[in-house]
């Protein structure tokens, strides 16, 4: 599965239930965000293997969908079991590899399985329905219509760097249990933590070609994979202009897109402030604020604005700061570029009037976490997605002006309402549009059977176990004439 030179390994990718190295020769270096060393190698997949893997996974779909759904499940609850025997050497991986604490990536390789056993048990109780023909004014008595859900083929899984097994396995499980196929993209960072998620499934005992992993660069097989005839669904997490633009490519394949967000944390003047600042806190600056459903502005009411700030600079001070081995909560960035974008953030902002509570000091890809008062809607943080630890405050001066700067986003993914009075938290949740709306927490993406949406330039289709395994199937009607 992996050769090791000069301590770096290279790892093999997955084909046809064989570890293989690419027929390209090349390789493409993963380089901890945090180390700056190279901590291994992938394998540059071509195009012929693509279609190798495709062909495979489609030979495999046909017999998996005839089994039993009790017999994939074992193959799945093994697959659990085999990720939390793992789960060390998983989450040192994910640690080196995205840089995450280790005490979270030891949890998200627990959730993991947490995920696919509820997945299993998910599925095992959903049922068809039956349809009487004269239930229809002129209809027949004599039809009945059988409604059952099938698999749709080969998916194309393409998760993303921040949540490289949880996220992963949130498209596999689903596909998976529903009769498909799986073709796995792992992202670029976050490669060698899905195929040590893959070996788990080997262990497991997957039947051969029902999983391939694909590793390569997105300029040779990126567009192929997306276009290619065999693939018959498409779920992607990433980021919105990737998404978009894979929207285009995909045709008629259904897809099932995460995109971005700018998730509001609303502050209304009736809130309690300490229990609001521990949730954006925690929202806001969790594993750098490389997640999608972080807190990435604060709409404060300008009566409370001032103590809100005052207590936000309080916990920010309270953060850990440096390498994720030292379980830190703010850790260097995936990459410089990351780190690049966010500055020109902060540049653009201080530019046109805005201020630095606390922040502002970069360090490598290392940003440390950063509150900026006085933000109004000129300046780019008001706006754009920056996916690392800063946070713009807006003031406002009433809830309707929170909801409508709030709806001026092209994201509507997730929003935070803070307040004591109920009937105001359910009247401006009814306004705002986003997918879900938090009530006194912070956004979020769990628990995992939640429906998980995004609407606007922040997704298309729902996810959630429940979710995943509708979309990953189709309803077929099958009509009994009697006689």
Known sequence: MTTTVLNVSTYSFYLNGEWKESKSGQTIDIVSPYRHDVIGKVQAITKEEVDEAVHAAQKAQKGWAEISLQERAKYLYNWADELVRMQSEIAEIIMKEVGKSLKDARNEVVRTADFIRYTVEEALHMNGESMKGDSFPGGSKSKVAIVERVPLGVVLAIPP??????????????????????????ATQGAISGIKMIEALHQAGIPQGLVNVVTGRGSVIGDYLVEHKGINMISFTGGTNTGTQLAKKAGMIPLVLELGGKDPGIVCEDADLQEAAKHIISGAFSYSGQRCTAIK???????????????????????????????????????????????????????????????????????????????????????????????????????????????????????????????????????????????????????????????????????????????????????????
């Open 161 to 186: 760097f921040n949540y490289p097994v949880n996220l992963a396995a949130a498209k596999l499980a689903p596909a998976l249990i529903s009769g498909n196929a799986v073709i796995f993209k792992p």
């Open 297 to 483: 502005r604060v709409l404060v009411h300008e009566k409370v604005a001032n103590e809100l700030v005052n207590i936000l600079k309080e916990e920010v001070h309270k953060l850990s700061v440096g390498s994720p081995e030292d379980g830190c909560t703010i850790v260097p960035l995936i990459d410089s570029k990351a780190a690049d974008f966010i500055q020109i953030l902060i540049a653009d902002a201080l530019g046109k009037g805005a201020e630095v509570v606390t922040g502002n000091k970069r360090e490598g890809n290392l940003i440390y976490p950063t509150l900026l008062d006085d933000v109004n809607d000129t300046m780019r943080v008001a706006w754009e997605e920056p996916f690392g630890p800063v946070l713009p405050i807006i003031r406002v001066s009433s809830d309707q002006e929170a909801v409508d700067i709030a709806n001026e986003s092209e994201f509507g993914l997730q929003a935070s309402v803070f307040t004591k009075d109920i009937n105001k938290a359910f009247s401006i949740a009814n306004k705002i549009e986003v997918g879900s709306v938090q009530i006194n927490g912070r956004t979020e993406r769990g628990p995992d059977h939640f429906p998980f949406i995004g609407v606007k330039g922040s997704g298309m289709g729902a996810q959630g176990i429940r979710k995943s395994i509708e979309s990953m199937t189709r309803e077929k009607v099958t009509v009994l004439n009697l006689q």
